[in-house]
T-cell receptor, first 115, second 117 residues
Framework: AQSVTQLDSQVPVFEEAPVELRCNYS??????LFWYVQYPNQGLQLLLK??????LVESINGFEAEFNKSQTSFHLRKPSVHISDTAEYFC?????????????FGSGTQLTVLP | DVKVTQSSRYLVKRTGEKVFLECVQD?????MFWYRQDPGLGLRLIYF???????EKGDIPEGYSVSREKKERFSLILESASTNQTSMYLC????????????????FGPGTRLTVL
């Protein structure tokens, strides 16, 4: 069975500082990996995904994540955060279970950007 | 744009009541999902449906049932609500594929925060 571990439940960081949100997964087969973001009082939105090809994937708002197969990690980074990045971030891995491809989520990391 | 809507943003019910949570998507997606979100636990899959009248259990189906009579609508039912079902409930949908081996992005609704007193 797939599992996803997000090592930090809370990450406070000052505005314009860099940030890294850590994610490790367990899987014995090829994986698809995702980061979702949840802003206050909203549903989840896809931030970025790794399906195949380049191990470094980027989002439109400056986040990037690198797939590292040997370390089974998919850490999320941003070189300079903004107040508007305050949100909860979920790492997820996709697998086939039953009759559909499903997502297994980590427990989430609350990123709080301080002025 | 894909839109997934949920019937209520906030709901307060009493222990023992039968509760219906409704989810509607407007993009003709085959797959629909119900999750519950709890602090420190992330999202856990309750049930999913890959076609009309078809359903499969997720990781935590106990105490819940689902109904999918039309492609666009997926209902989560709490037959007899209990306080430990107080949670945020999220619905999602995605395209189905044949065979179901290709990834398709899941689109989420805004969530229903259910409180059972």
């Amino acid at each position: 069975a797939q599992s996803v571990t997000q090592l930090d439940s809370q990450v406070p960081v000052f505005e314009e500082a860099p940030v890294e949100l850590r994610c490790n997964y367990s899987s014995s087969v090829s994986v698809y990996l995702f980061w979702y973001v949840q802003y206050p009082n909203q549903g989840l939105q896809l931030l970025l995904k790794y399906l195949s090809g380049s191990t470094l994937v980027e989002s439109i708002n400056g986040f990037e994540a690198e797939f590292n197969k040997s370390q089974t990690s998919f850490h999320l980074r941003k070189p300079s955060v903004h107040i508007s990045d305050t949100a909860e971030y979920f790492c997820a891995v996709s697998s086939i279970r039953g009759s559909a491809r499903q997502l297994t989520f980590g427990s989430g990391t609350q990123l709080t950007v301080l002025p | 744009d894909v839109k997934v809507t949920q019937s209520s943003r906030y709901l307060v019910k009493r222990t023992g009541e039968k509760v219906f949570l409704e989810c509607v998507q407007d993009m003709d997606h085959e797959n629909m999902f119900w999750y519950r979100q709890d602090p420190g636990l992330g999202l856990r899959l309750i049930y999913f449906s890959y076609d009309v009248k078809m359903k499969e259990k997720g990781d935590i189906p106990e105490g819940y049932s689902v109904s999918r009579e039309k492609k666009e609508r997926f209902s989560l039912i709490l037959e007899s609500a209990s306080t430990n079902q107080t949670s945020m409930y999220l619905c999602a949908s995605s395209l189905g594929t044949a065979p179901p081996l290709l990834y398709n992005e899941q689109f989420f609704g805004p969530g229903t925060r259910l409180t059972v007193l």
